[in-house]
């Protein structure tokens, strides 16, 4: 039994070890189309354990057009576990001030690379692809998402971090989990650009594989411990 618990702390302490090895960066807002704000936006999150350098790893954004380097991200630079990083068309200063945001919120502005109605965020490293997500509020099947003008969409839950459905996405609403507020104006938009309530470790697919791999092989101790107290 020692022998046991001491595979199954060795396959957590791994699984630990891999998940702060291994950051993840994702989609976690976007508004394509503001009716009363300064400019549309989409909200980057680290949501790994460790941080993540955004100019060193050539992180780059674009739309449907999938064309890795399109448009640089390297100006976050050090992105940190559990950082919001913003990318908007608008002037930084100017999007910071309309959302009352802190100095410490990273914003690059002046993006021309614009989002449509029906269009793709794609997230990039290098020419690798790290998440992206497909939308089209009159579209049909996993693109159709929530109409994103005035109001921003975020994860409807943490099934939707990564998983590129657009169905899984809703409307964000004053006071909801994510915390969303009306920006400046007499008829604001709503959003909670800067912020997710879904920032966490996310374990990497290698991770499960190891998980398993642990777990089966405590499978195969306690049975070969079972036959021999049966012989």
Do not use: C
């Not at 994103?148 to 004053?174: C, E, K, M, Q, R």
Request: charged residues 15%; without cysteine; neutral net charge.
């Amino acid at each position: 039994m020692k022998h046991l618990k001491h595979i199954a702390l060795t396959a957590l302490l791994t699984m630990g070890s891999l998940v702060s090895a291994q950051a993840q960066v994702r989609i976690t807002e976007w508004m394509y189309n503001p009716a009363n704000s300064v400019g549309e936006f989409v909200e980057f999150t680290n949501m790994g354990s460790t941080a993540v350098d955004f100019g060193t790893l050539s992180f780059s954004f674009d739309d449907s057009s999938r064309l890795a380097g399109s448009t640089s991200l390297a100006a976050f630079g050090m992105v940190q576990a559990g950082e919001s990083v913003l990318f908007t068309e608008a002037a930084a200063a100017v999007f910071r001030t309309n959302w009352a945001l802190s100095s410490t919120v990273k914003v690059i502005g002046g993006n021309t690379n614009n989002l449509g109605r029906s269009d793709e965020i794609n997230l990039y490293s290098g020419t690798s692809l790290l998440d992206r997500l497909t939308y089209n509020d009159q579209g049909t099947g996993s693109v159709k998402g929530p109409r994103t003008a005035g109001t921003s969409g975020h994860p409807g839950s943490f099934a939707a971090i990564g998983a590129n459905d657009a169905t899984l996405w809703v409307l964000s609403t004053v006071g909801d989990v994510e915390r969303s507020y009306r920006s400046l104006g007499a008829s604001a938009d709503i959003g909670s650009p800067g912020y997710t309530s879904f920032a966490a470790a996310v374990p990497e697919p290698e991770t499960y594989a190891m998980l398993l791999a642990g777990l089966g092989l405590m499978g195969a101790v306690a049975r070969r411990k079972r036959a021999k107290t049966t012989t």
